[in-house]
């Protein structure tokens, strides 16, 4: 203890000690931090009530369902109702404004074990994290979310926010709110929510009875508690008696009789139908309150778990194939830079083809390659090109400045891409594809072999860069044959291998025919 | 063979994926990401291999939950990550600030396109740098780091993980859309032969609870620069943390006291390692008079025209950042003394080569050399301005363009 002692003296910015401000007379101090206290809520604030029932629900659920609360994790974002956070001694993380929801999941999907809470308010929860709210009920993350509802942004001063009636006043509606509000229990359920409910900070008893339920509610499961602002909503609407200053103090009690008149206990009633009813003048004449939807469905972290054994399966399949990788001793021979274009259209693989090459001479003929991709956008049939660079030493221009040869196959590519072929350089064609115009550059040394129409003889033409691939291993020798022919059958299906090691093989010969 | 899901061996890699590869070697077993070119293929690289080692690929709505949700996984214990770029990481600047203010170990990449705002989404750029130094309010170090290759980014992502375990702070690698998209040879090594850092933590039961503090930092007698254990949700420890302005036990401390006190924290944790967190590659800077200081695929794209410039007799030196925040100052200043000028080639409008202005502090001469995204530097860019600084004419046309006519 003495140690611990030290440590407190130590420390220069809180009270003298915790235990000062804990009393541990009442048997929810256990679960407060006392030492934060008092609260900085306003008098007749919902927000007390809120916490308390909250507590009521997670001692009870200590008691009765044994639960370990140090598995519970508390996340707010910002505003009044945020604060919970801070007066709740659990695990309790204060985040960002609207943020409260995906930080929350982070949490929940790494461990399964914690029961995780989100508290915050109207503002927070449906106005700047809306998207995040729909989402996680769309997916069903097993987390509960409270949201405290008070028809305004209290904390800076009572502005309108995605809650607020239509008509009603705020410090920003002063002629009456001409924005209709969220029905949350709607929007939630809508979303996918498949634990729903509502309750005001006047139904205390059922409040903390429901939130034991939603607490133990696998799956997503929200609550929505009316409550007070007595310091804002309540000054410039009726609920709270207005600007009437004998009644002042007592604001929130009047809001609270008020909702007690207007509240009508309504279990099951459609969400649709839950929607808070305003009169002309923006006051509040009908809340309907209760658990509207408690339905059993698969939760979030279960049906991601359930794909991790397809996975596994699927990188032991992988690993075999890599594992079976030839290994080569790689050429000794000097390799000077060779650049080398590749162009069709989308379909054709002329992407694979420029990166079979790449990895022919890097893994196979342990030289270094560096290919690129010229990215369009992501439609076949388009133009499409890619590029290697192939050298003995380390490729510091990733680009081609010069282009030393290259696979042209289709007509397009041929105008796109011959007239920065570097001069005296290698170009070769699919000549069913490609026709030379009259003006061909003679400067370069240009060959021709009907790969689609090899292809398809062999049986499929989508082996036709398999049989350039070959011309081009055979005419260039970049890299070697042996590496080639690995790469590709690293790279194709495994049904197709055969019929692309042959096209490959018909494109070697022919080059080979081509030199002689 | 170790068969616990882990890649190794030698590939012919898209960058993009090293980093995803170089994230699980390392430990990371939660990535929450939204798709964006060109850093899309991290997460579909993720969304494959995570499930396959036990871990958790999610899709988020949007960035902002993306950065949220990866500070949330390291809340609960896990090492985290996300990759995005430009638009994203500008979603990702008001929880990249949470995530420094509650002290949490978790790692972003910025794949950069060229910008501003949608830009050039399949283009290369190098325009984040200064959003990355000061993009989330407030004041705060952050540390960048900036790879040349798949090889490095896989490096890098590995390093940044264990930079960010260690002092308890996001780290960016600051990576673009040419290293992204570019596929190489990535050695990987067998996890035995990496380090591995895993956070100061205090575990359950490893101190009374009523007495921890997560952010204490007077274990050390006021040095400064200490980075206190972290509690996980769950251990017992019932922790508060926020965003706030807040004091040891993370309560909040509104008040200008303590936020002196909490500012000097987040920042002197970095400034106090500088030395061990800035990594610089240097070449023949002894004798030089010009020096080529450079980073990420810009820095590699000079490596010629700096060859060639030295065959022409210039005495041309070579810096390259691989880490690029914090700003490696000592380095440039003492440089600055000796040389006579410094080229910076980047692809933006020159942002570090404010930096390197600011340590030049007019003792040396700093050139720019720039182009606004959308491609890589020419090397005949960056040799002229090497010329340039030299005082040479820029007549002697040795290029590339005139190398590859030669053959």
Not at chain 1, 159 to 173: E, F, I, K, M
Not at chain 2, 150 to 169: G, H, M, S, V
Request: glycine share 10%.
């Amino acid at each position: 203890m003495a140690e611990s002692d030290m440590r407190l003296e130590h420390s220069g910015h809180e009270p003298d000690s915790q235990s000062d401000w804990v009393t541990g007379l009442h048997p929810m101090d256990v679960l407060l931090r006392g030492e934060r206290l008092p609260h900085i809520w306003c008098q007749g604030c919902g927000l007390g009530t809120a916490l308390t029932t909250f507590i009521g629900a997670l001692q009870w659920l200590e008691k009765n369902q044994n639960w370990d609360l140090d598995k519970v994790s508390v996340v707010s974002g910002i505003g009044c109702t945020g604060r919970i956070a801070g007066y709740i001694r659990l695990d309790s993380f204060h985040t960002t404004h609207g943020r409260a929801i995906p930080f929350a999941t982070g949490l929940k999907l790494v461990n399964s074990e914690l029961k995780v809470v989100v508290i915050s308010g109207d503002g927070d929860i449906a106005g700047i994290g809306g998207n995040h709210f729909i989402h996680a009920a769309r997916r069903n993350l097993d987390i509960t979310v409270i949201c405290v509802n008070n028809f305004n942004y209290g904390m800076t001063g009572g502005q309108s926010g995605p809650t607020t009636p239509h008509g009603a006043r705020t410090v920003t509606a002063q002629y009456g709110n001409f924005e209709h509000p969220f029905n949350l229990p709607y929007l939630a359920a809508a979303g996918g929510a498949s634990f729903v409910a509502r309750w005001t900070v006047l139904h205390a008893r059922r409040l903390e009875w429901t939130l034991r339920e939603a607490m133990m509610h696998s799956g997503f499961s929200f609550v929505e508690i009316i409550a007070p602002c007595s310091t804002s909503y309540a000054r410039w609407n009726l609920e709270g008696r207005g600007l009437d200053p004998q009644k002042l103090g007592r604001r929130g009690l009047e809001v609270m009789k008020h909702y007690q008149q207007v509240g009508k206990i309504g279990h099951d009633t459609h969400p649709k139908d839950a929607a808070i009813k305003v009169n002309e003048k923006g006051e509040i004449n009908a809340i309907v309150e209760g658990v509207f939807l408690n339905e059993p469905k698969p939760e979030f972290r279960a049906a991601i778990k359930h794909k991790t054994q397809i996975a596994k399966e699927r990188w032991s399949a992988a690993k075999k194939v890599l594992d079976a990788r030839l290994k080569l001793p790689g050429r000794n021979d000097v390799v000077e830079r060779t650049e080398v274009q590749l162009g069709g259209f989308g379909g054709q693989g002329i992407m694979s083809a420029g990166r079979i090459i790449g990895q022919a001479a890097t893994l196979y003929d342990k030289i270094e390659a560096c290919f690129t991709q010229s990215y369009g956008p992501e439609a076949r049939g388009g133009a499409a090109g890619s590029q290697v660079v192939v050298a003995g030493e380390p490729i510091h221009h990733p680009h081609l400045i010069a282009p030393t040869s290259a696979i042209i196959m289709s007509q397009e590519a041929y105008v796109k891409y011959v007239p920065n072929l570097t001069s005296n350089g290698t170009l070769l064609i699919d000549d069913g594809l490609v026709t030379l115009p009259e003006d061909h550059r003679q400067d370069l040394k240009t060959y021709g072999i009907p790969a689609t129409q090899i292809a398809e003889e062999l049986g499929n033409a989508r082996a036709a860069n398999s049989a350039m691939l070959g011309f081009w291993a055979a005419i260039v020798g970049a890299v070697s044959q042996a590496a080639m022919r690995q790469s590709l059958a690293d790279s194709v299906p495994p049904k197709t291998l055969e019929v692309n090691l042959k096209a490959f093989d018909v494109g070697f010969d022919k080059g080979v025919e081509v030199l002689k | 063979m170790s068969d616990k899901g882990l890649l190794t061996g030698e590939h012919f890699l898209l960058g993009d994926y090293a980093a995803a590869e170089g994230a699980i070697l390392v430990g990371c077993r939660f990535f929450a990401g939204y798709p964006i070119t060109p850093a899309t293929e991290i997460a579909e690289r993720m969304s494959t291999r995570l499930p396959q080692v036990d871990g958790i690929y999610i899709q988020m709505e949007d960035e902002l939950a993306s950065m949220n949700a990866i500070l949330g996984a390291s809340w609960a214990g896990a090492k985290s990550m996300t990759a995005t770029s430009g638009p994203g990481f500008s979603l990702m600047m008001e929880n990249l600030g949470l995530g420094i203010m509650l002290e949490t170990p978790c790692v972003l990449v910025d794949v950069q396109r060229g910008g501003p705002s949608t830009g050039l989404p399949t283009l290369v750029g190098q325009q984040d740098m200064m959003q990355a130094r000061w993009g989330s309010h407030g004041d705060y170090e952050i540390i960048a780091l900036c790879p040349s290759s798949p090889q490095e980014l896989f490096d890098l992502t590995i390093r940044a993980f264990n930079l960010a375990e260690k002092f308890r702070t996001p780290v960016l690698v600051m990576t673009d859309a040419e290293i992204g998209h570019m596929t190489e040879r990535v050695v990987i090594p067998q996890p035995e032969e990496i380090e591995i850092i895993n956070r100061p933590q205090v575990r359950k039961g490893d101190v009374e609870p009523d007495h921890f503090r997560i952010y204490r930092d007077t274990d050390t007698d006021g040095v400064e620069g200490t980075v206190s254990p972290m509690a996980i949700a769950g251990e017992g420890y019932r922790f508060h943390v926020t965003g706030l302005i807040h004091d040891e036990l993370g309560y909040p401390a509104m008040n200008a006291e303590s936020s002196e006190w909490n500012i000097k924290r987040l920042v002197n944790k970095i400034r106090a390692h500088r030395d061990e967190i800035i990594q610089l590659e240097e070449q023949n800077l002894d004798d030089a008079e010009i020096i080529v200081v450079s980073y990420g695929i810009s820095a590699r794209t000079s490596q010629w025209p700096i060859e060639q410039a030295r065959k022409e007799g210039i005495r041309v030196g070579y810096l390259r950042l691989i880490t690029i925040w914090p700003f490696p100052e000592k380095r440039i200043i003492e440089l600055a003394k000796r040389i006579r000028a410094f080229v910076v080639p980047e692809i933006n409008m020159g942002q570090i080569c404010l930096e390197v202005e600011r340590c030049a502090a007019g003792q040396a001469q700093v050139l720019g050399v720039n182009r606004l995204g959308g491609d890589i530097l020419e090397p005949q860019q960056v040799l002229s301005a090497i010329r340039k600084a030299a005082g040479r004419s820029d007549q002697p046309q040795t290029d590339l363009q005139n190398r590859q006519t030669e053959r």
